[in-house]
Every structure is written in structure tokens, then in C-alpha cells.
């Protein structure tokens, strides 16, 4: 009787060391992309990548449902957030296209007029008036699902945090939500991003 309780303690300590391995997969890559004057370095060999541009990997445009009319913009839309399967296929298709590095979009800031228009983003307003902006707990999920799907599949990203324009609201509109609490000029807040490599 003993042999096979230790035949089953070994195997279910088997499957739980399998599965705490499964959990912390190993990165699909060695190196950051790093640049050396004008070219582009994985580890010490150059890096070269062509692709097309991927805006909705994190956050989709809504088209269907048109533009809102309560947006003072006239074209602001709707937005929704991508689900894991829509991800994982879409990494999949640029994969199998040859891909190997993808732009995705900067992360989008709340302007007063999301909450009549019923869209969600990226980075929320302060709610008190020496707060700073905060992230939103759903998006940023949606935003990790994309790194880790797009490490699994060995797709590399690019990925710019802030705009300088103001289709998703970008650096002025973090700059106005912060002002607009605090009623004080604060300096600048934010510059566009220069994008980082994965």
C-alpha cells in the first residue's frame, strides 16, 4: 500500500510542478530591441521588421454602432474591448504572415464627454483634486493579455503610451483632467512617447 501512496503523491506533485511551469512560461525571446545609432539590435544582431499598423489589439473601434452623438467632435465613436480569443487570433494571423515586430496604439485618457458615450479607457481622470491619473483595472488587462499573448507567439510590440493627438485623447487631455481638478497651472505632464520595445 505504501509504493502506490507514494506513487500518488509523486504524481500530484508531478502535475503541480508542471502546471506552477506552465504559469511562468520563459519569455519566446532573449533580448530588448536595443538601437545603435541609426539600426536597430537584437542582442548583436541587426533587427529588421516590416509589418502593418495594428490599432485594435487592445482596444477596438466600434464602427458598427457609428459615431456618438453626445461627442461635441462630431466622429468620436464607440469603443469595446477585445476579448482574449479575438487577441490570440489576430497575433496569430501577423504571425503567420511573417511578421515580426507590430506597432499597437498609445493607451487611450478620459475626456468629459467618454461617460455620455459609454466608453471606457486606458486612463482614468483624478478623483480628488491633488490626485494623479489613475489606470483602469479592466483595460490594463486587456492590455497584459496582448504583451503575454503576443511573448507566446513570438510576435515583438511596439508600444507608445501617450499621443500627441487627440483621436484616443493623448497628452493634452491628461494635462486638462489633471488641470481642471487642481485649478492650477502644474507644468507639463506628459510628452508624446517615444515607444518602447518588447
Known amino acids: 500500500m505504501k509504493p502506490m501512496k507514494n506513487l500518488l503523491l509523486m504524481g500530484l506533485l508531478s502535475a503541480l510542478g508542471a502546471g506552477g511551469a506552465l504559469a511562468a512560461e520563459r519569455s519566446h525571446f532573449t533580448h530588448f ?14 533587427f529588421r521588421f516590416a509589418g502593418i499598423h495594428a490599432p485594435e489589439l487592445h482596444r477596438i473601434e466600434d464602427d458598427a454602432r457609428g459615431p456618438c452623438r453626445a461627442d461635441p467632435r462630431g466622429w468620436g465613436q464607440y469603443f469595446k474591448w ?3 480569443q479575438e487577441q490570440q487570433n489576430w497575433i ?25 458615450c459609454g466608453r471606457e479607457t486606458h486612463i482614468l481622470a483624478p478623483e480628488t483634486a491633488d490626485g ?3 489606470l483602469n483595472e479592466k483595460a490594463m488587462r486587456v492590455y497584459d493579455n496582448m504583451i503575454a499573448e503576443a511573448d507566446k507567439q513570438g510576435l515583438r510590440l511596439i508600444l507608445p503610451f501617450i499621443d500627441h493627438w487627440w483621436w484616443w485623447a493623448g497628452a493634452s487631455s491628461l494635462r486638462r483632467s489633471i488641470m481642471k481638478k487642481r485649478k492650477t497651472f502644474i507644468g507639463p505632464i506628459a510628452r508624446p512617447s517615444k515607444p518602447i520595445w518588447m
Open 33 to 46: 530591441i536595443t538601437r545603435d545609432g541609426a539600426t536597430l539590435k537584437d542582442g548583436d544582431k541587426v
Open 82 to 84: 477585445p476579448t482574449a
Open 92 to 116: 496569430q494571423a501577423m504571425v503567420q504572415t511573417g511578421a515580426k515586430a507590430q506597432r499597437v496604439y498609445v493607451l487611450s485618457v478620459q475626456q468629459e464627454f467618454d461617460k455620455a
Open 132 to 134: 494623479m491619473p489613475r
